[in-house]
Nanobody, 124 residues
Framework: QVMESGGDVVQAGGSLRLTCTASGMSFANTAMAWFRQAPGKGREIVSCISWSPDSTYYADFVEGRFTIARDNAKNTLYLQMNNLKPEDTATYYC???????????????????WGQGTQVTVSS
């Protein structure tokens, strides 16, 4: 089971921290990721982290504003989002069980488990 929380309505320039808890898998040994989907657009990767926490990936649009982190003891994934922009408005999804590769996969099809999503709305 994968469950996200932390979405909210914030003003541009604000911050949010998304949280994802996962169960039913070997959390510490698998890649995790955040994807997002805006209305009328396809799902796109935001960031991912391999089982080795020092291997991460960020989409170009992140531009240093977001930080992904994991706490294996709590089976929890985080996404700290700072300096949010209106174009960050989307439903954010946690993707789990992406395998035990050194580099986390960037394709949505590589992840076996998904949460229901949490809405992030950034007002201008």
């Amino acid at each position: 089971q994968v469950m996200e929380s932390g979405g909210d309505v914030v003003q541009a320039g604000g911050s949010l921290r998304l949280t994802c808890t996962a169960s039913g898998m070997s959390f510490a040994n698998t890649a995790m990721a955040w994807f997002r989907q805006a209305p009328g657009k396809g799902r796109e990767i935001v960031s991912c982290i391999s089982w080795s926490p020092d291997s991460t990936y960020y989409a170009d649009f992140v531009e240093g504003r977001f930080t992904i982190a994991r706490d294996n003891a709590k089976n929890t994934l985080y996404l700290q989002m700072n300096n949010l922009k209106p174009e960050d408005t989307a439903t954010y999804y946690c993707a789990a069980d992406g395998g035990s590769f050194h580099l986390c996969p960037r394709a949505s099809g590589s992840y076996l488990k998904w949460g229901q999503g949490t809405q992030v709305t950034v007002s201008s």
